[in-house]
């Protein structure tokens, strides 16, 4: 509805009921002269026509003339259109006029007369007086009715136009006077609205309006006062503020400052803990390998105790100070992840296998479920996943009285080559409250605060744990009911391995077995294991039901049986009888997996029938040898690396000082088809350039002479602007600003020793085969997975070790060593020597080729010791802090050549 103003509003007020009162008096008025005018007409018309037809009678004349003369008279009367008389005795008429109009209506009148109505009038017919037999008809027109209705219609619109101007003439002024002083009072408002506060002017108002206006004139005066006083307050509460925001800029400056001394105290702090943590780790490992050489000499039974306590105690704090140089070098920033190929399936097991024996001792049973979904062929960190789980693992074990301990792979999320994988680790111990929970994943944080406590640590393990899976791009959790068990969980944010194929004995494709395993989770994850390799499987669910087919003949056909020892049989030799009347019954060959299984094993070393125990858990490896061994499927290793061919022809060009080395590459390479060319110098390599093309170049970092830096640049000087070719770092150990500086020299990527076949293989596909796109340290340094932190020390001498870095080829492991303990008659004077003249170039020189040549034979706590060593004489350190790793080293050397010998 559109605004209306009041002055407008007060017009129609007074106008509206003048309106009303004229038009009901006029109506009136009107409708009374209308009805006035038809009778007066009417009258007057009855009197013409009596008139006339007396006048008409009072003729007496033969003639018509008369007649005539008369009627014409009779048309000049008012209203009068036609006149006729008509005699019908003697049967003339005399008409004057327009013609009759026809007759629509008949009506009688009192006198006498007829009235007949037409369209536009009406006809009076009246016989003359005395003369019955003639007529006289007159027709009279409406249009002079019509003429005195319209003049009374007109006067009465011209009274009414006159009554409403003589009321809006006083409402108008009412008006003027009521709307001039509102419009001065609302200027004055918007006035104030615009906050001119100044003296409003006058109105002049009368009655309401002038109260109105005062009251707002002292408003206007309130409000200049509290506005006054408000920009007071305000200048005031200004100048506070001014006064508040100098100190607080002064309080900034000197908590910036506080800050910068903060960061420089942790920054100084977290290198403290490092350098000490290595400090002291370094004797730790000359206390614990000299007491491990003391132990095999002739000691009483009390000496053997004492020395057991101390290695014990020894292993426990080389435990802490891991933790500690762990999370000092995740404060610190130091911690690098690598992106290298790795199998999760192998990770898995290595860490159950390594902690079999704790798990052992307190009777619990050990799982690995794997879903077939899960792709195990990973590009991620194996190292630090490892710990991540050996940590998980070992805390399960630790705070699990009875029942087993469960890890589980799934896979959560597929996107394309990325894949997100949880892995679960869940135990049957007492569980966790929720108040211990909430904390349980920070530093310096025990599940056990009493001092009643039974398992020590530093309370680090859980938060490098988080540390190192959020670095990984993955979430840690944990979830537990108290007297219900707990699930830690972390997942894997992993890149698929597009080299990686899954591995199935196509021997065992087909073939049957019958696995009896009571643990329900044992037994589905060695469901899982044998039917990936397409083994029919049939399970039981205990060693009862197989005795009790066995005694009444109902055993189904096969071609293997395992059997799966509960973790918590005291003695798994008192099964015996039933496994030889088992392979009595059936010929088939028995596998048996026992926690203890070596009187059990003694006890069926004379059967006929195929039989052989392994230990818990089976890995898939072990599991997988022994059912082709027992079933006479093993076919003898066929020359070539097992990774299969290239599929096309490469030339490469390695670069060792170091002959072990140098070998070991190029058996890995030419197994795979690979054309080599094998320098052990700088200057070869570039005279060998020189002469032929390669595709790609492995180069040894630390070199005598010319080092691999030097040779890359002369390399790439050669190159000029021809094709580049990739030339790929070989080194024993990089720090992380050595990565940088190898890549800036002109090198495109980086492998650590020990190489690998899957390292070598990945490099060539990626930067020669061009099957990958090139991502940078997608191949980098793939470090050997040292013994965990709560684990006992390393042995000095690991075969097993030797054989899986050579590929499994037992020949070359024993040359490899045996060139290493040729090299060890002089390494150890040689070292010693060149560390007490001082000369730290030539000592870091000796003991980098050292470390490299550990890297293949089997020697971890050598190859340990020599890491160590080579870390501190990078890191500059001092020498009385190099002495001690010089001692430990030249210990280990001694320890490897008194039991290379033995």
């Not at 490992?285 to 132990?295: A, Q, V, Y």
């Not at 496994?579 to 997996?593: N, Q």
Request: proline share 5%.
């Amino acid at each position: 509805m559109a605004h209306t103003s009041l002055r407008t509003r007060i017009m129609a007020m007074t106008a509206l009921p003048a309106l009303v009162a004229a038009l009901l008096i006029g109506g009136y008025t009107l409708a009374t002269r209308v009805m006035s005018v038809r009778a007066d007409d009417a009258h007057r018309q009855q009197l013409i026509i009596e008139s006339y037809a007396a006048r008409l009678a009072a003729l007496d004349a033969d003639a018509s003339a008369p007649y005539e003369a008369l009627l014409r008279d009779l048309l000049e009367q008012p209203d009068v259109r036609a006149a006729t008389l008509l005699d019908n005795h003697d049967g003339w008429e005399l008409h004057t006029g327009p013609r009759l109009r026809p007759v629509e209506q008949a009506e009688q009148l009192d006198n006498g007369a007829t009235r007949l109505v037409t369209d536009s009038g009406w006809q009076l017919v009246r016989t003359l007086p005395g003369e019955d037999s003639r007529l006289l008809t007159v027709e009279f027109s409406r249009q002079g009715q019509y003429v005195r209705i319209l003049e009374a219609v007109l006067t009465l619109i011209g009274v009414i136009t006159l009554v409403l101007i003589l009321a809006m003439l006083p409402a108008a002024h009412f008006a003027r006077r009521l709307t001039g002083p509102i419009r001065v009072l609302i200027d004055n408002v918007r006035r104030v609205r615009d906050g001119d506060l100044g003296t409003p002017p006058r109105a002049d108002a009368q009655g309401e309006l002038r109260d109105l206006e005062q009251a707002l004139r002292d408003m206007v005066g309130a409000l200049d006062e509290a506005q006054a006083e408000l920009q007071q307050n305000v200048d005031q509460a200004t100048q506070d503020l001014r006064e508040t925001l100098e100190t607080i800029e002064i309080q900034n400056i000197e908590l910036d400052m506080a800050r910068k001394e903060a960061l420089k105290a942790s920054q100084i702090k977290s290198e403290f803990l490092a350098n000490m943590s290595h400090e002291i780790r370094t004797p730790l490992n000359g206390i614990i390998g000299f007491t491990r050489l003391l132990e095999r000499s002739s000691l009483s039974e009390r000496q053997s105790d004492y020395l057991d306590t101390i290695r014990k105690s020894a292993e426990s704090l080389l435990s802490i100070i891991n933790d500690i140089l762990d999370f000092s070098k995740i404060e610190a920033g130091k911690l690098s992840l690598e992106h290298v190929p790795l199998d999760l399936h192998d990770l898995i097991e290595d860490v159950q296998t390594m902690l079999a024996p704790l798990a052992q001792d307190k009777g619990l049973e050990q799982a690995a479920i794997i879903y077939s979904d899960v792709p195990t062929r990973l590009l991620g960190d194996p190292l630090r996943i490892r710990q991540v789980l050996t940590n998980l693992v070992s805390n399960a074990i630790k705070f699990t009285e009875r029942g087993s301990v469960v890890v589980r792979a799934m896979l959560e999320e597929e996107r394309g080559a990325e894949a997100i994988i949880k892995v679960a680790i869940t135990d049957t111990g007492n569980g966790l409250p929720r108040e211990v929970q909430k904390n349980l994943f920070n530093a310096f944080t025990q599940l056990d605060q009493s001092a009643r406590r039974k398992e020590g640590g530093t309370g680090l393990g859980l938060a490098i744990c988080k540390r190192l899976v959020e670095g990984m791009g993955g979430e840690i959790g944990l979830d537990s009911t108290a007297g219900r068990g707990s699930t830690f969980w972390f997942t894997l944010r992993v890149e698929r391995d597009a080299d990686a194929g899954p591995e199935i004995p196509s021997a065992l494709e087909g073939l049957s077995v019958t696995l009896v395993e009571a643990n329900e989770h044992a037994r589905l994850g060695l469901y899982h294991m044998l039917g990936g390799w397409r083994l029919k499987v049939t399970e039981l669910q205990a060693l009862d039901t197989l005795e009790s087919q066995l005694e009444a003949g109902e055993l189904a056909r096969t071609d293997f049986y395992v059997l799966g020892v509960p973790a918590s049989m005291p003695e798994p030799a008192d099964l015996a009888p039933l496994v030889e009347r088992l392979a009595a019954a059936t010929g088939k060959p028995v596998l048996i997996l026992a926690a203890h299984g070596e009187a059990l094993a003694g006890r069926l070393s004379g059967l006929a029938t195929p039989c052989r125990v392994l230990g818990k858990p089976a890995t898939r490896r072990r599991l997988r040898d022994a059912l082709l061994e027992l079933g006479g499927l093993a076919l003898p290793a066929a020359p070539g690396s097992p990774l299969g061919p290239l599929g096309k022809s490469v030339r490469v060009m390695v670069v060792d000082d170091h002959p072990g080395n140098l070998k070991l590459a190029r058996v890995f390479l030419e197994e795979m088809g690979v054309q080599v060319s094998a320098c052990a110098s700088g200057e070869a390599a570039l005279a060998a350039f020189a002469r032929e093309t390669f595709d790609l170049v492995f180069m040894d970092v630390q070199m005598p002479g010319m080092d691999g830096l030097e040779t890359t640049r002369r390399l790439r000087e050669q190159e000029g602007e021809g094709p580049r070719t990739p030339i790929i770092a070989l080194t024993a150990h990089a720090l992380e600003s050595e990565r940088r500086s190898l890549l800036a020299a002109g090198m495109d990527d980086y492998l650590s020793k020990p190489i690998t076949e899957t390292q070598l293989r990945h490099t060539l596909n990626r930067w020669v085969l061009d099957e990958q796109e090139p991502d940078v340290a997608a191949t980098r340094d793939v470090p050997s997975a040292p013994a965990p932190a709560d684990s006992a020390a390393p042995p000095v001498i690991d075969p097993a070790l030797a054989l899986r870095r050579v590929g499994g080829r037992e020949a070359l492991a024993e040359e490899m060593f045996t060139m290493l303990l040729a090299s060890l008659e002089q390494e150890a004077p040689g070292i010693n020597a060149v560390a007490e003249s001082g000369d730290r170039e030539a000592l870091l020189e000796r003991v980098h080729k050292l470390h490299g040549a550990t890297r293949y034979c089997g020697t971890p706590r050598l190859e340990q010791a020599a890491g160590e060593l080579e870390d501190a004489l990078k890191q500059a350190l001092s020498d009385q802090a190099l002495e001690p790793l010089v001692a430990v080293l030249l210990a280990e050397i001694e320890n490897v050549r008194q039991e290379g010998k033995s």
